[in-house]
């Protein structure tokens, strides 16, 4: 079974690579961010309770996000494994991913981080925002964004890498030259047939 978190600052690039990973993994990408614009585009509860965090570039509280997450890995997809994109990104929801995994009898395969340096991020977010148009890309609100992946997520950068799940990936450069490191990476975690 092949677990997988891929982490990174905002504008890293996650969601540009993470089909390409999860394609090769064989396993389904489960975007946190993506899911939660879509209940925000639908209107839900969830939905209206997420979107001010998100404009206001922090984060969903972790026991709304951590719910949400543990349903949807247990849905039947998720069985053979599965590329978290955005998740975990506080130390509780890692704790919260350990006990999931654990109760499924499975443990994380890798924890793959994109890095790329802060101004670059900030060019490319506000790029995007142009042609994406998300609520949360304004600069006041990407600096917000960056600064909450700092003090929240980089912590957990330390963790894996202590338990030797760490796999960087330079970031950086054009997105076809990302994408093969992408590959390689990819090519290390495919279990041997
Ligand atoms: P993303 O598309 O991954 O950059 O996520 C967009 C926004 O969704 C974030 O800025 C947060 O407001 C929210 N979000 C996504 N994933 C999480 C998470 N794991 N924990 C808390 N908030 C999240």
């Known amino acids: 079974m092949t677990t997988v978190i891929l982490m990174g600052p905002p504008g890293a690039g996650k969601g540009t690579h993470a089909e ?3 394609g090769r993994l064989g396993v389904p990408v489960i975007s946190t961010g993506d899911i939660f614009r879509a209940q925000v585009a639908e209107g839900t509860d969830l939905g209206r309770t997420a979107q001010r965090y998100l404009d206001a570039g922090e984060y969903v509280p972790d026991e709304v996000t951590n719910a949400m ?17 955005g998740y975990p990104r506080t130390l509780e ?6 006990e999931v995994l654990g109760g499924q009898g ?12 802060q101004e670059a991020l900030v060019a490319r977010l506000l790029r995007r925002a142009e042609i994406e148009h998300r609520s949360d890309d304004t600069e006041d609100v990407i600096r917000r964004r ?15 890498d202590e338990r030797g799940l760490l796999r960087e990936v330079d970031g950086s450069g054009e997105i076809h030259e990302v994408r093969q490191r992408v590959l390689n990476v990819a090519f290390d975690l495919t279990p041997a047939e």
């Open 106 to 117: 499975r443990g994380l395969v890798a924890a793959v981080i994109l890095r790329v340096d």
């Open 69 to 85: 997450v543990r349903e949807r890995l247990a849905a039947a997809d998720c069985r053979p494994g599965f590329l978290l994109d």
């Open 20 to 22: 390409l990973l999860a």
């Open 93 to 98: 929801q890692a704790a919260v991913l350990d």
């Open 146 to 160: 960056l600064q909450v992946y700092g003090d929240q997520t980089v912590p957990l950068i330390n963790l894996y």
